[in-house]
């Protein structure tokens, strides 16, 4: 099992940046993907971004492109989320994920970190 604890949430006005970190443990290389969501109170958890380890590849939610960008680093077991131009729809609990697979991260989901809430205010 991998373990992920996330970090780097808080407050913050709108148009400013905060940058999330997921730090992983356990059996890190048995997924092929880590992925970020988020949840607001009376919606579905939402897929935010995706990296694949091996290729290097990521994807994005179409309401965060441009302004948000997942990295990572390998030797470290770490997993980061740079979240730029932030809105106050962004706000929310965001969660790393461990997947099995890159295209379809929400169904291959392994692993949840406990969450971090992020509130951007106008």
């Known amino acids: 099992q991998v373990q992920l604890v996330e970090s780097g949430g808080g407050l913050v006005q709108a148009g400013g940046s905060l940058r999330l970190s997921c730090a992983a443990s356990?059996?890190?290389?048995?997924?092929?993907?880590m992925a970020w969501f988020r949840q607001t109170p009376g919606k579905e958890r939402d897929f935010v971004a995706a990296?694949?380890?091996?290729?290097?590849?990521?994807r994005y939610a179409d309401s965060v492109k441009g302004r948000f960008t997942i990295s990572g680093d390998n030797a470290k077991n770490m997993v980061y989320l740079q979240m730029n131009s932030l809105k106050p729809e962004d706000t929310a609990v965001y969660y790393c994920?461990?997947?099995?697979?890159?295209?379809?991260?929400?169904?291959?989901?392994?692993?949840w970190g406990q969450g971090t809430q992020v509130t951007v205010s106008s």
């Open positions: 990296l694949s380890w091996g290729g290097g590849r990521t």
């Open positions: 994920a461990a997947a099995e697979d890159y295209y379809s991260a929400l169904m291959s989901v392994s692993s």
């Open positions: 356990g059996r890190t290389f048995s997924s092929a993907a």
